[in-house]
T-cell receptor, first 111, second 117 residues
Framework: GQNIDQPTEMTATEGAIVQINCTYQTSGFNGLFWYQQHAGEAPTFLSYNVLDGLEEKGRFSSFLSRSKGYSYLLLKELQMKDSASYLCAVIIAGNNRKLIWGLGTSLAVNP | GAVVSQHPSRVICKSGTSVKIECRSLDFQATTMFWYRQFPKQSLMLMATSNEGSKATYEQGVEKDKFLINHASLTLSTLTVTSAHPEDSSFYIC?????????????FGPGTRLTVL
């Protein structure tokens, strides 16, 4: 079966750093995405990892270890607007390359 | 670039009516489009995958006769919720992907909020 695990909720303080973990067990692997979703809106792309290692993009970084089936999203210098749900998604093998989604981590950034 | 639009953004209808939602890729050709449904405080649930010019592939548990999908062109896919009932009320989101591109990225539309009375 396909399984993606993320923490349900996290809380952090404005200006701090937070790491959101994601573990996966899927039939095949063609890449892992992190998306941000604010309430009532569609997801927006944050990062994509297909090779092991760290990808840095501004305040956001994403790490992947394929051998461990593990990824994390690192958010630095947290801002209030970063309060949102963060979704981990894996592309599985197959012609349609569909995404398998985690349930999302709801992050609350407090002043 | 890579903009996907959805129309309407919000719709309220009576039980038993049918509702059509359009998903358009505005500046690229989408060989594959995905339709998702999202209930409050839950993750995205893939309903079906549609490839231009062929029948949609539905996920297990999704009624293909109730959720009609048409992907007639490389820039347009439609989802019709037939004989809608209150339990169909949800946030429907489409995404589109090109045939090329190494990232396999899906570009999401803004979503359609359906409320069935």
């Amino acid at each position: 079966g396909q399984n993606i695990d993320q923490p349900t909720e996290m809380t952090a303080t404005e200006g701090a750093i937070v790491q959101i973990n994601c573990t996966y067990q899927t039939s095949g692997f063609n890449g892992l995405f992190w998306y941000q979703q604010h309430a009532g809106e569609a997801p927006t792309f944050l990062s994509y990892n297909v090779l092991d290692g760290l990808e840095e993009k501004g305040r956001f970084s994403s790490f992947l270890s394929r051998s461990k089936g593990y990824s994390y999203l690192l958010l630095k210098e947290l801002q209030m607007k970063d309060s949102a749900s963060y979704l981990c998604a894996v592309i599985i093998a197959g012609n349609n390359r569909k995404l398998i989604w985690g349930l999302g981590t709801s992050l609350a950034v407090n002043p | 670039g890579a903009v996907v639009s959805q129309h309407p953004s919000r719709v309220i209808c009576k039980s038993g009516t049918s509702v059509k939602i359009e998903c358009r890729s505005l500046d690229f050709q989408a060989t594959t489009m995905f339709w998702y449904r999202q209930f409050p405080k839950q993750s995205l649930m893939l309903m079906a995958t549609s490839n231009e010019g062929s029948k949609a592939t539905y996920e297990q548990g999704v009624e293909k006769d109730k959720f009609l999908i048409n992907h007639a062109s490389l820039t347009l896919s439609t989802l019709t919720v037939t004989s809608a009932h209150p339990e169909d009320s949800s946030f429907y989101i489409c995404s589109a992907r090109t045939s090329g591109g190494a990232r396999n990225e899906q570009f999401f539309g803004p979503g359609t909020r359906l409320t069935v009375l």
